[in-house]
C-alpha cells in the first residue's frame, strides 16, 4: 500500500519569506512524486514532479522540492513567498511500477501567506 | 499541451434525477482516465479508473451502479450520477493519463464539477 502524509494542515508565513509545506511519503517500490495547488472551487493544478534523477526538482511559479530517499520525504519549497501562493496544496505519491497508475493524496497543506 | 475540461462545472439537480459529467482531454489521446470526489476541506479520494473500451473498475467502497462511468473514446469519460441523493453532493474531478508504452506517467487535473443535490 501507498500513502503519503501532510503533517501540517495548515502553514502561515509572512510575504518575502522562504515558505516550506512538509511531504513524507510511503511506496512499496520506487516513487513518483508530485505537488498539486488548488484554489478554490478549482481543480488542480500542477506544480511539479519527481520521477528520476536530480533530488532537486524546478517546477512552477518559482517552487521547489526536494526529494530525500532516506527520510522518504518530499517538501515543498520556495524562496520567497507570495501573497497569490495562498493556496491549498496536496503532495500525492505512485509507486513507479508498472500496472499501478494510482495516485495517493495527503490529506492538503493550507498556505497562508500574510502580506 | 495537456489541457483536461469538465462540463459542467456546476450543476444543481432534484433528489431522484441523474446527472452526467463529462471529462474530456482536449489536446491529448489519455491511456486512463480517473475520477475522484473531494469533500469540503478534504482530500481527493479516487472512486474509480477507466480505460477506453473496457469497463471502469472501481475502488473499494465506491457503488458502481450508482456512479455510471462511460470511457467511449481515448479522450472523453463520462461520470454518470444515477438517482442523485443530498449525500452525494460534492466536488467531483476528474484526470487523464498520459504516457508511453500504455503507462500512465502523469495525470492532468480538469477544473472539477460542483454537484449540488436539492
Known amino acids: 500500500a501507498q500513502s503519503v502524509a501532510q503533517p501540517e494542515d495548515q502553514v502561515n508565513v509572512a510575504e518575502g519569506n522562504p515558505l516550506t509545506v512538509k511531504c513524507t511519503y510511503s511506496?512499496?517500490?520506487?516513487?513518483?512524486l508530485f505537488w498539486y495547488v488548488q484554489y478554490p472551487n478549482r481543480g488542480l493544478q500542477f506544480l511539479l514532479k519527481?520521477?528520476?534523477?536530480?533530488?532537486l526538482v524546478k517546477g512552477s511559479y518559482g517552487f521547489e522540492a526536494e526529494f530525500n530517499k532516506s527520510q522518504t520525504s518530499f517538501h515543498l519549497k520556495k524562496p520567497s513567498a507570495l501573497v497569490s501562493d495562498s493556496a491549498l496544496y496536496f503532495c500525492?505519491?505512485?509507486?513507479?511500477?508498472?500496472?499501478?497508475?494510482?495516485?495517493?493524496f495527503g490529506t492538503g497543506t493550507r498556505l497562508t501567506i500574510i502580506p | 499541451g495537456a489541457v483536461v475540461s469538465q462540463h459542467p462545472s456546476w450543476v444543481i439537480c432534484k433528489s431522484g434525477t441523474s446527472v452526467k459529467i463529462e471529462c474530456r482531454s482536449l489536446?491529448?489521446?489519455?491511456?486512463?482516465m480517473f475520477w475522484y470526489r473531494q469533500f469540503p476541506k478534504q482530500s481527493l479520494m479516487l472512486m474509480a479508473t477507466?480505460?477506453?473500451?473496457?469497463?471502469?473498475?472501481?475502488e473499494q467502497g465506491v457503488e458502481k451502479d450508482k456512479f455510471l462511468i462511460n470511457h467511449a473514446s481515448l479522450t472523453l469519460s463520462t461520470l454518470t450520477v444515477t438517482s442523485a441523493h443530498p449525500e452525494d453532493s460534492s466536488f467531483y474531478i476528474c484526470?487523464?493519463?498520459?504516457?508511453?508504452?500504455?503507462?500512465?506517467?502523469?495525470?492532468?487535473f480538469g477544473p472539477g464539477t460542483r454537484l449540488t443535490v436539492t
Open positions: 484526470s487523464a493519463g498520459r504516457g508511453t508504452s500504455g503507462r500512465t506517467y502523469e495525470q492532468y
Open positions: 511506496v512499496s517500490g520506487n516513487p513518483y
Open positions: 519527481y520521477i528520476t534523477g536530480d533530488n
Open positions: 500525492a505519491v505512485r509507486d513507479s511500477n508498472f500496472g499501478n497508475e494510482k495516485l495517493t
Open positions: 489536446d491529448f489521446q489519455a491511456t486512463t
Open positions: 477507466s480505460n477506453e473500451g473496457s469497463k471502469a473498475t472501481y
